[in-house]
């Protein structure tokens, strides 16, 4: 699997991500990168949560 991170130092449209990946339709790339881009998102945020309020921390 790419990782998105690495595209967007490389990269700078979703058109030569499409090109890139081999995806015949734009929306293919949209979907999977958008979801991907969403995720990382989601996981940043659960581990600044985490920094903040460690486990075990009362």
Do not use: W
């Amino acid at each position: 699997m790419l990782i998105p991170a690495r595209f967007e130092m490389r990269l700078t449209t979703i058109k030569e991500v499409q090109d890139r990946v081999g995806h015949t339709n734009i929306k293919t790339t949209m979907d999977i990168y958008t979801h991907l881009t969403e995720q990382a998102k989601e996981e940043a945020v659960l581990k600044f949560e985490n920094y903040l309020n460690p486990k075990g921390d009362s």
